[in-house]
């Protein structure tokens, strides 16, 4: 039977990635998102090829967009939630709190609507896999919005494998990795900091979108998977 997926974060960066593969290995992709025409042409990339996809779009940071999509989504195998990249640096005294906030209301408080009001819709033997980052277990300054957001979904994802069970909830936490999630940068800016990652880590590489969609099918596939973070970084934390 085909596998359907719906990956809120789909129309780019890791989650498109993730796309990519799954409908490369035949399943049907459910794309989401708050852009319509961003979802348009992912689901065209993905078609051109012959793939299965189609597109919803979403803003998980409404809950009732996502309470309205619970009452209408017909049962997926899987749920994939890469949602929410952007949030404010900087050190606390000097950040913008409503902006923090927003960031919590996309991210952290987006992946617990998901996962209240989508999750019944997973067939057995699915799964719910949430997006983490390696900053949840590393202490750098300015970044305490990204670590807290972070650490708090860890947290979430070990409770939901238990309260949700026999349903796996997992989290899949990328390094930096070379996503849209940068497209505010300058090229030259953009590559400088890759540049500097690959030196510095000791994978002596930077992450791609594709290496980090090989972590969320690991965690579909592997049935003995449930409550763990899937640390994809170059090393990061180690280093
Ligand atoms: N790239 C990295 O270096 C890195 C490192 C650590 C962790 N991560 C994490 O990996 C995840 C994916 O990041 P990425 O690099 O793939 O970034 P990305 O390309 O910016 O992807 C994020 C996707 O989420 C969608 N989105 C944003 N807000 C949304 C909302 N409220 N409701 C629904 N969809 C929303 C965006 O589309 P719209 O704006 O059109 O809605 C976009 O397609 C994020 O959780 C990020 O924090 C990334």
């Known amino acids: 039977m085909t596998q359907r997926t ?18 490369g290995r035949g399943g049907h992709v459910i794309l989401a998102g708050r852009d319509d025409n961003k979802l348009s042409d992912a689901c065209q990339r993905l078609q051109v090829t012959g793939a299965s996809a189609e597109t919803v779009v979403l803003n998980i940071a409404d809950e009732k967009q996502v309470a309205i999509l619970g009452k ?30 927003q960031a919590f209301n996309t991210k952290f408080w987006g992946s617990l609507a998901v996962a209240h009001h989508l999750s019944g819709k997973i067939k ?17 300054p300015g970044t305490i919005v990204k670590t807290t957001i972070n650490a708090a979904l860890e947290s979430a994802v070990k409770m939901l494998a238990k309260e949700l069970s026999p349903l796996r ?17 300058t090229l030259k800016d953009r590559q400088k900091m890759l540049t500097r990652a690959a030196e510095n880590l000791p994978a002596k590489a930077y992450g791609r979108a594709e ?3 090989k972590g969320y099918l690991f ?10 973070v899937v640390d994809i970084d170059g090393g990061a934390l180690i280093n």
């Open 211 to 213: 290496d980090q969609a």
């Open 169 to 185: 909830v997992n989290a899949v936490s990328p390094g930096l990795t070379n996503t849209e999630a940068y497209a505010g940068m």
């Open 72 to 101: 209408t989504l017909e049962p997926v195998d899987h749920i994939i939630v890469t949602a929410g990249s952007q949030a404010p640096g900087g050190v606390l005294t000097a950040l913008d709190l409503s902006a923090a906030r």
């Open 6 to 23: 719906l990956i809120i974060g789909g129309a780019t960066g890791i989650g498109f990635a993730v796309a990519q593969l799954l409908a």
């Open 219 to 228: 965690v579909i596939d592997n049935p003995y998977v449930t409550g763990s």
């Open 124 to 140: 057995p033997g699915g799964t719910l896999t949430l997006t983490t980052g390696f900053l949840s277990r590393r202490t750098v």
